[in-house]
């Protein structure tokens, strides 16, 4: 089960020379000595408990439920590939996967859309945007920031990470983190008011 | 460039605490729940292990390019006559363009050795080289000549062969350079070393690999691929990456235009040396 999976990744040495690594292809692509289907069995499980979760902090993420499946489904597909190696190297699939969303978010190379993994959804975007928070001016001041404002953002106040978390995720530097923290905060802050001010002007 | 110091805008911050509550009360909205497909699951395994076929049948591709690229430095160096100490042109640049990446035909029963675990260049280092290792210590497990400053913080460079450690040329030494594809091909590895924090950089030679299996020439692509955590640069250019297993160290990835890998190094993610 999904639970069991952090703990007996921990059990794992994270140090010294990594063996299991040379070993980890077999007879064939994600199926263990024994046959166990790796894939469709832990992997699989994890998925399956992880996605609602992974969805909704997606959509939080990238402002739309598309792009959110996209966001999960890209990142999934590369955690499950080398699934063995994420669990016993990282300790947290979970923690893990969002943080790589939160990269493929700010990402620019990662545009292949992908639909399928979002239920009654209309396919054309025009019907879906006026949506859910069409009243809520934040959320649409949200939506208008570049990437990495809004992942500062999202990490900050959805995962609560602290300054120096959000840089080592990232891949910037703290100050970065701040500066695009006060960037995104104070546009926010001026679309909102804009927004209160003349009730219907964007 | 940004219009206003941080401190500034730290002080703007303090005026309305408030947007702090609503950004959190945004995010705990239930609509931001997005329904899953019932199938939605096995898309994801199926997908996957898609991908683990393709990255399977790319490492194989890359371990025979590894090969390819010492050879072809070789030959395309041979002509120079360079003695250790000087500045010689790159492997990278010479595999990246002349050898395509996804001609493979590797069937998806991949063979189980990939790589000598020897030419990786692990969380914490290579071989006997780890990061944060003095300057005694290194020389310790390397033979060590001389040194050449490469700024005022007492940050040293050093080129390292088979199992010596010898010195660039203080002309070559370019201050605040990214030190990237300069290495001559008999080279295994450079050291950017501080009197301080010790080894602070170790930039691979053009043989080795990430354990994850990224190494020069490996695509973006695979780069993506190997690491979910990181975030390519738009074009070219370089982007680091936590180095799974050492939380102190990251992965420093020089990226070319044409989307390959030029050059890597694992550093230590709180550095004095400029890099």
Redesign the interface.
């Known amino acids: 089960m999904v639970a069991a999976l952090p703990s007996a990744a921990r059990a794992a040495p994270l140090t010294g020379p990594d063996t299991d690594q040379w070993a980890e292809p077999t007879t064939e692509p994600g199926r263990n000595a024994n046959g166990h289907d790796v894939l469709a069995d832990d992997f699989g499980e994890f998925v399956r408990a992880a996605l609602p979760g992974l969805l909704r902090y997606g959509h939080a993420l990238a402002g739309n439920p598309h792009d959110a499946a996209d966001l999960v489904q890209g990142v999934l597909e590369r955690i499950g590939a080398r699934w063995g190696t994420v669990v016993r190297r990282t300790g947290d699939p979970l923690a893990y996967a969002r943080r790589a969303m939160a990269n493929a978010h700010v990402s620019r190379w990662r545009r292949v859309r992908r639909e399928n993994l979002v239920a009654d959804i209309p396919e054309t975007r025009a019907v879906y945007q006026p949506d859910r928070f069409a009243d809520e001016p934040l959320w649409q001041a949200l939506r208008a920031l570049p990437p990495r404002q809004r992942a500062v953002i999202v990490l900050r106040y959805y995962e609560d990470l602290s300054e120096a978390e959000i840089a080592r995720t990232l891949g910037i530097s703290q100050g970065t983190v701040k500066s695009q923290a006060n960037k995104a905060m104070g546009t926010l802050r001026t679309r909102l008011g804009a927004v209160l001010e003349g009730r219907g002007g964007r | 460039m940004?219009t206003g110091t941080?401190e500034d805008?730290?002080r703007?911050?303090e005026e309305?605490p408030a947007?702090?509550d609503?950004?959190?009360r945004?995010?705990a909205?239930d609509?931001?729940?997005?329904?899953?497909?019932?199938?939605?699951?096995?898309?994801?395994?199926a997908?996957?292990?898609?991908?683990?076929?393709g990255?399977?049948a790319m490492a194989a591709a890359g371990s025979v390019l590894a090969a390819v690229a010492v050879v072809s430095a070789g030959a395309a160096l041979s002509g120079i006559g360079h003695p250790a100490t000087t500045h010689v042109t790159a492997a990278g640049p010479v595999l990246s363009t002349t050898v395509p990446i996804a001609t493979t035909t590797t069937p998806?029963?991949?063979?189980?050795?990939?790589?000598k675990?020897t030419d990786v260049l692990?969380p914490?280092g290579y071989d006997k080289l780890s990061l944060g290792m003095s300057l005694k210590d290194v020389a310790a497990v390397a033979q060590l000549r001389d040194a050449a400053p490469v700024t005022s913080n007492g940050c040293y460079r050093y080129t390292v062969f088979l199992d010596v450690v010898t010195v660039q040329q203080p002309s070559t030494v370019v201050p605040g350079a990214t030190p990237v594809t300069t290495l001559p091909a008999d080279a295994v590895l450079e050291l950017l070393v501080s009197a301080r924090n010790g080894v602070i950089q170790v930039i691979a030679g053009p043989t080795m690999h990430t354990?994850?299996g990224i190494g020069i020439g490996s695509s973006?692509e695979a780069l993506?691929?190997?690491y979910?955590?990181?975030?390519?640069p738009?074009r070219a250019g370089m982007?680091?990456?936590?180095a799974?297993?050492?939380p102190k160290a990251?992965y420093v990835f020089q990226v070319a235009g044409n989307g390959t890998v030029t050059a890597f190094s694992l550093r230590q993610?709180k550095s004095d040396c400029p890099s």
């Open positions: 940004s941080p805008d730290e703007e911050h309305q947007l702090d609503e950004l959190r945004l995010f909205d609509r931001l729940a997005v329904p899953v497909a019932r199938n939605a699951g096995v898309a994801v395994v997908g996957a292990r898609r991908r683990r076929r990255r399977m998806a029963a991949a063979p189980t050795t990939m790589y675990p692990g914490f354990p994850e973006k993506a691929d190997a979910p955590l990181l975030v390519l738009v982007t680091t990456v936590p799974t297993g050492n990251i993610a």
